[in-house]
């Protein structure tokens, strides 16, 4: 590990608040295309993390990346017809420690002219990426963005609930959930914050398992699935199983 990266991840005073809602990590050749995304994310109250906006004359770049990347909830990878630069290359690897550790999306975006991950970045495949490859105005890629980094579709589809919880979708949604909530505990607070219930008196059960399965037969009576669905991505949008499941529901 070099000093870089020690120095980042041993930081002796880590912010606990989060205060950006994301991080855009790219190379200093993209930063027109970057500038145009984070208008659009602005206008949409995407709180951003920009360089340039926000590390004032005179600080060490070094320091202020170092602090930010402890206060965001999520992180944006441009990858632009250059590939990464030597900055953005270090960025990459600490927010992708930081977005593994504690649960939050990471979104490789395919800038113009980029049509897929190159080779180096193999590990960004596991990951659903954001293509903005054929315009940086396309409005399909900002939505799909804007849905990675809060978890809730800025225009959402208007499908009554039963058709998208059909067949074994239920089951998969159990599944998707348990992983996202493997204890009882952090699936109450979810069903709490989120939902503004209590998981006792709405889902009780023998075990975890039967928690959920009640939880989401609840949800079904009371024509919440959906709502259940984004209440679980907001309180954990880093989860792959539960990612994967929604952008399947959403898209068949």
Not at 4 to 30: G, R
Not at 32 to 48: C, D, F, G, S, Y
Not at 108 to 127: C, Q
Not at 194 to 210: D, P
């Amino acid at each position: 590990m070099n000093r870089y990266m020690t120095e980042i991840s041993d930081t002796p005073e880590q912010p606990k608040s989060e205060e950006f809602d994301v991080f855009l990590a790219h190379n200093t050749a993209d930063k027109p295309e970057v500038r145009t995304i984070a208008h659009q994310l602005k206008t949409r109250n995407i709180k951003i993390w920009l360089d340039e906006e926000q590390i004032p004359p005179g600080r060490s770049f070094q320091y202020e990346i170092q602090k930010a990347i402890s206060l965001v909830k999520s992180a944006a990878i441009f990858i632009g017809l250059k590939g990464l630069g030597k900055w953005q290359e270090m960025e990459v690897r600490s927010l992708t420690t930081r977005c593994v550790e504690k649960s939050i999306p990471l979104i490789p975006i395919l800038l113009p002219g980029v049509t897929k991950l190159p080779e180096k970045l193999v590990f960004l495949k596991e990951y659903t990426w954001v293509d903005f490859s054929k315009s940086i105005d396309d409005v399909q890629a900002l939505n799909k963005l804007v849905w990675e980094i809060t978890a809730t579709q800025s225009s959402p589809q208007q499908q009554p609930s039963e058709l998208w919880f059909n067949g074994d979708r239920l089951q998969q949604f159990q599944k998707a959930l348990l992983s996202a909530f493997p204890t009882p505990g952090k699936l109450k607070q979810m069903v709490r914050y989120q939902l503004n219930e209590n998981l006792e008196a709405i889902a009780a059960g023998a075990n975890l398992s039967e928690v959920v399965s009640n939880l989401i037969q609840w949800a079904e009576a009371e024509g919440k699935l959906e709502e259940l669905l984004i209440a679980a991505r907001k309180e954990n949008p880093g989860n792959p199983v539960l990612r994967k499941f929604d952008e399947q529901i959403r898209n068949s």
